[in-house]
């Protein structure tokens, strides 16, 4: 009887169409909340996040403040369990959230090249390497930024031409400019010569991350500037862990907009079923079980749940893929990125919230008095 439920549906367009409305626009805002919290989680876990060191200097947090010397690297090379060392000075224009942050990380192109998980959409990396202000942007900050290869790109203090666009499968590294270290540390009012913000440690593969890490403090320890080591997701959801509490408070407003959707499609399930009592009692009589009266009214607001959930999802994931949208603090930023299990993940609770709202008016339709039902007007 789907042809039934969608005559149903479309009878009162009006009171449809505001509801399949009102569903997407919580959807929308639902799975905008859901992909900052995907963001979050990427940033802050996997291999990557798990088997990669920061040392970074103790007791401070904004990138300007933590100033190591460049050679703590040769000391960090010895120590057993470290595959590579890369030191690394962090410039940004804000170190306070921000959602059009500017990130500037200076080292080594070679180093770049063969550790970072990107790769060139245009440019090269000849140019790169052999130009001292060349800068390669991620397509997330080029996109917002509206730059280009061969554009001069100048911000506070720094101004870079830009050698090339990259993508990466981490999506917060297509929100950073990478430079030479020699350039950032030279660049007229940073005074960085011969220091770095941080030394990045790629570790081996039998290497225990904490062991490595006490370490290397330890070693550092009768140097001149004391640090701490953490793996890098945990430095990171340090960085961040102002956004953390935040993002933790916007997923009380996910919820809430799933509960908007019940409210709202339980709402216009009930004003139905009262509109149409004495339809489903005839229904009844010409030999409708009751179970399937449950069915056609649980089919019915699944149907509105469905189409304002689906519409909502795909306007949330298209805003997604065209903004390229960012928030970051301090230095480190998530990325907000569409994906499945973001589109999965709002079907599947547009699906479920449906069943749910229309429980109450199914069992309203399907337990109806049926001689009480027809005598009325």
């Not at 666009?165 to 929100?175: A, G, I, L, Q, R």
């Not at 990478?178 to 010569?193: E, M, P």
């Not at 809430?256 to 009844?284: H, P």
Request: proline fraction near 3%; aromatic fraction near 6%; charged fraction near 20%.
């Amino acid at each position: 009887m789907i042809g039934y439920v969608l005559k149903t549906v479309w009878r009162h367009r009006t009171r449809t169409l505001l509801t399949v409305t009102g569903a997407a626009v919580a959807m929308f805002v639902f799975c905008l909340v859901g992909s900052v919290q995907e963001g979050l989680n990427r940033l802050t876990t996997g291999n990557d996040a798990d088997r990669t060191l920061i040392v970074f200097q103790e007791n401070r947090f904004c990138p300007t403040t933590s100033r190591l010397p460049e050679d703590y690297s040769h000391k960090i090379k010895d120590i057993p369990g470290v595959r590579d060392v890369m030191p690394i000075q962090v410039w940004t224009n804000n170190c306070r959230a921000s959602l059009d942050i500017v990130v500037f990380n200076g080292a080594s192109p070679a180093q770049i090249q063969k550790s970072r998980p990107i790769e060139l959409t245009s440019g090269s990396w000849q140019q790169f390497a052999s130009q001292r202000d060349a800068a390669i942007v991620g397509r997330n900050i080029a996109n917002r930024r509206g730059l280009k290869i061969g554009d001069q790109f100048t911000i506070g203090e720094i101004s870079v031409k830009i050698a090339g666009v990259f993508k990466s499968k981490v999506p917060s590294e297509e929100n950073l400019i990478y430079t030479s270290l020699a350039f950032l540390q030279f660049t007229r009012g940073l005074d960085a010569a011969g220091l770095v913000t941080q030394h990045e440690v790629l570790l081996t593969a039998d290497a225990d991350p904490d062991r490595v890490a006490t370490e290397i403090d330890a070693a550092l320890r009768a140097g001149a500037v004391a640090t701490k080591t953490r793996r890098k997701g945990a430095f990171q959801a340090s960085t961040l862990s102002d956004l953390v509490d935040l993002i933790g408070f916007a997923h009380w407003l996910g919820f809430a907009c799933v509960g908007l959707v019940l409210s709202l499609v339980a709402t216009t399930t009930v004003m139905s079923v009262e509109d149409r009592i004495k339809e489903y009692a005839v229904l009844q009589v010409i030999g409708v079980r009751p179970m399937r009266a449950m069915r056609l009214v649980l089919a019915e607001s699944t149907t509105l749940c469905l189409i304002g959930g689906a519409v909502g999802t795909a306007m949330a994931l298209a805003a997604l893929s065209l903004g390229g949208f960012a928030i970051g603090a301090e230095g480190a930023t998530i990325a907000f990125r569409p994906s499945l299990a973001l589109a999965g993940y709002g079907l599947i609770v547009s699906l479920v919230v449906g069943i749910v709202a229309g429980t109450a008016p199914a069992i309203q339709a399907a337990t109806v008095p049926i001689v009480d039902a027809l005598r009325r007007t």
